[in-house]
Every structure is written in C-alpha cells, then in structure tokens.
C-alpha cells in the first residue's frame, strides 16, 4: 500500500536546510532517534546541520538521500504513537565515499565528528596503518576519521571535538586511544596536532531503538500520508549526559534535556550495568527461555528475578544520591516493560565479547573486591555462555574464538570464554566454577509454561 504514496520529500523539512557542522559515522536508527532528534531540539537547530555517513549499512544512505536526509520519529508508549518528522541529517552518505567524509572533517565550519560505530569498532583495525602509509583509503570508521584529521591538519583548519556515542565505558578517551593509537604509527606529527587540537568528549546515551521494520514503514504511511523507508520507531524516553570540551562549538542541546557534566563515570556505569547489563541477561537468559523480545523476557519472572539479583549487586557500586537509583530501576521495569516497542533480543544478543567486558565484568570484580561472589554478574557471563554453546555463529568481534572455546568442555570451556571477557578472572578457580554452576543451575530450571505477552 505504501509503494503508491509519495515519498517523505523536502517539502516537508520543518525548517530550512542548516549547514553542516557536526560530521556523524553510524547513520543507523539510534544515530536517528538521538543525536539528530537532540539537534533538531536544539534552540539554534537553524545553525547544525549533520552530514551522516554509513557504517554496516551503505544503503541506508541511498533511502535517506532521496528523501533529502528526513525521516520520521516515531515516539511509542503505551499511550499511542506521535509522529515527527526531523530535518537535522542535511547530508547522508555512504560510509565507503571517504574522499568526502575526508573533504568535510577538513573544512574550517565542522565543529565536531559525532560517533555511533558500535562497541566493537573501537579495537585496532590491523589494515589501517599500512592502508594509510601506502596512500589508500582506511576502512575502519576510526581509521577513516585519523585520514580525516589529517587533512584538516594540512588544511589548518582549526581545533574539533570528537564525541563517541557508544555504549562503552570512558568512550572519549577509548576514542582518543584509539584515533592516537593509528595516528602515531602512521605519522607522528599527525599524532601531536591530535593533541594539541582534538579534545575527545564523554558520552552516555540513552534511547531504546529497535530496528525499524516493514510494519513500521506501513504504519508511517497509513498515519502521515508519505512513505518513510527511513522512519524509526523508539521510546518516549531519551537521556545524553556529556563531559568535556567543544573547542569549535556545538548546539545548544541542553535545550532539548541534555545534561553536561564534569564527571561522568557514575552516569556511564548506572547506564551500562542497570540498563545494558539488564538487557544482556535478558538477551541470553530470554532466549534460553523462549523468549523473542524484551517485554516477554521480563514477564518471565525467571529472567525478571536475574535481572534484579544483577540490579542490586551493581546497585552497591553505584553511589550518589544525584543518580537516583531506586526510581532509575522503577523506570527501567517499566521501559522494558514497554511491549508496544518489539526490542528483539536477539538484537541485543550480539557483540557481546565487547559488551560484558563492560556489563558483567566491572561488577563481578567489585564485588569479589568487596568479599563476596558476584554471583549475579556471574550468571550474566553463564547464560551468555550457555546461549553460544547453542547458537553458535553469533555475530562477535571474537567469533572465532568463541568458537574455539567450544571445542573444549566443561570448565576448560567456560574458562576460555571468561578469557574472552577479562583474562585474570578465567584464572580464577572459584570464578570459573561459579559460572560454571549457575550456567548447570540455570538449564535445570523448569521452562515456562506460556509465553506471555506479545511480541508486535
Ligand atoms: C542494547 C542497547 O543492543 C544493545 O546492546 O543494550 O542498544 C540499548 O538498547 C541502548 O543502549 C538503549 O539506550
């Protein structure tokens, strides 16, 4: 029914096109549902517009390209849907046109480089360096972005803010590390004016955004009247806390809820271990349990209860009344429970030698530290575990060690996958055991009966 209706079209932008100042890597839906609906927010929108190029999935630039960067949000609560379209994406590329990601990164009016590029691109690219010493073009997100600064470097075009937005712990300076890490291979000089002149900004980002799908397409047809291959559908629900510098600038984002900081490692970690470790629990304990999305994952209190075991494990190394911990974890309860939104786990699922590393590990550590077991930060690695045992070819950075470790049985296997996640806990007798026992535990419970809720 929508191939007959016109498409979403420039006619439609709410406001005139802005020039463009922020360069993003990661055009995917949460790049949509938060950093450009945060600008489009901004009190001086009028000033930012973004150029956005893809990462995984160049044809996501090609759809928003014929709709002139717009697309809607679709903000989803139990109450309805409200529909809107935004108009801060002025440009949307793809990710493999590096000549022009390089052209704009180098021009004196771009104010930062925004990334969304997932957890696992943050590792070094082996092809970089040699790719940039033999004079081609880079095909790692940061490695573009070094060949980026270095043009802007020889253009003198001034100082920038790098700004990761992924879900990573102290995800500026990972970005700096790891823009630093190519640089100084390939050329020093290069390195120094890094710096010198890019200061990398912290982020937590919040904003659950599941895939869209044809359905979602469907019903932006059916409500707006235009076809939207681009809309996304998310939650009402969106939080960004910053740290650090904007040497170039940057929109007044404040005005749309963001908050700025000097300290950001509480939010970061309330954010990853409430929020993301709950998801991961879910992703792999849900599914173990025949569950497909979040909301019926949680409605089984099996998985419900891991999740609050984990909630309050984490809880004692969260401090700080600012951080609100008690109605933070009331909020997530009904977030997840939200089941209008379809938040597939096995979505969530993926990547996850990247992701426990900063979910499950840092509280299973700080609660040995403290003398006791971690054992709900541990069950979160069994379930994991007894998840890849099962499904193997999971999409991971690490697959193919994942795969090794299950040629091995027993302890020796649970030992390797901890190695995967933090090498002085898989030595650990005691830890490898616990997780070996609750994984046993876990598959001896009875299944549920029904599955309740329902996934659309
Ligand atoms: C999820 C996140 O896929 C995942 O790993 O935990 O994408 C999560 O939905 C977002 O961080 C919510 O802000």
């Known amino acids: 029914m929508t191939a007959a209706l016109p498409r979403l079209n420039r006619a439609s932008r709410p406001a005139g096109k802005a020039p463009v100042r922020i360069v993003h890597l990661g055009l995917g839906a949460f790049h949509r549902s938060h950093q450009a609906w ?27 390209a014929a709709q002139d960067g717009l697309f809607t949000v679709v903000e989803r609560s139990d109450a309805g849907d409200s529909f809107e379209v935004v108009g801060s994406i002025v440009e949307a590329v793809d990710g493999a046109n590096v000549g022009r990601l390089v052209e704009l990164v180098a021009a004196p009016q771009t104010a930062m480089v925004t990334l969304t590029i997932t957890e696992a691109a943050y590792g070094p690219g082996a092809d970089d360096v040699p790719l940039l010493v033999s004079g081609q073009e880079p ?37 700096r590390d790891g823009v630093l890490g190519i640089a ?16 990398f900004v912290s982020t937590s980002v919040d904003r659950i955004t599941p895939r869209t799908t044809a359905d979602d397409v469907a019903l932006v047809g059916e409500k707006c009247g235009y076809r939207d291959d681009a809309a996304v559908v998310t939650e009402p629900f969106r939080n960004w806390v910053l740290s650090g510098e904007f040497p170039a600038g940057r929109p007044r984002w404040e005005d ?15 954010k990853l271990w409430l929020l993301n ?18 909301a ?13 075991d984990f909630w309050d494990e984490a809880s004692r190394h969260l401090d700080g009344d600012e951080l609100g911990i008690p109605d933070y974890r009331e ?5 997840f429970g939200n089941s209008r939104i379809a938040h597939h786990l096995a979505q969530i699922a993926v990547d996850a030698s990247t992701k426990l590393r900063m979910r499950a590990v840092p509280v299973l550590r700080a609660e040995r530290e403290a003398g006791r077991t971690g054992e709900a930060a541990a069950r979160m690695i069994a379930v994991w575990a007894a998840y890849v045992e099962t499904n193997a070819g999971l999409q991971d950075p690490r697959a193919s060690e994942v795969e090794q470790a299950n040629q091995l049985s027993g302890l020796d296997r649970i030992a390797a996958l901890v190695s995967l996640l933090d090498a002085g806990l898989s030595r650990e007798f005691a830890v490898v055991t616990l997780i070996h026992r609750l994984g046993q535990a876990f598959a001896a419970q009875a299944q549920p009966v029904a599955v309740s809720g329902n996934p659309t």
């Open 38 to 64: 945060y600008t489009q927010h901004a009190g001086d929108a009028g000033e930012w517009g973004i150029a956005s190029f893809t990462g995984r999935r160049p044809d996501a630039a090609d759809v928003l």
């Open 139 to 175: 095909t790692t997100p940061l490695g573009r972005l070094v060949l980026g600064l270095a043009a802007r470097k020889d253009a003198d075009a001034g100082p920038l803010a790098v700004v990761s937005c992924d879900n990573l712990s102290d995800n500026g300076n990972v970005a």
């Open 184 to 199: 100084r291979e390939f050329d020093g000089g290069l390195a120094a004016w890094i710096e010198a002149n890019v200061s």
């Open 256 to 270: 749309a809820g963001a908050v700025f900081v000097d300290d950001i490692e509480p939010y970061e970690n309330r």
């Open 277 to 294: 470790g709950a998801h991961s629990i879910l992703a792999y304990a849900g599914q173990l349990r025949g569950h497909s999305t979040v």
């Open 296 to 308: 019926e994952a949680l409605a089984d209190p099996v998985c419900l209860q891991a999740v609050e």
């Open 331 to 335: 909020a997530l309860l009904e977030r």
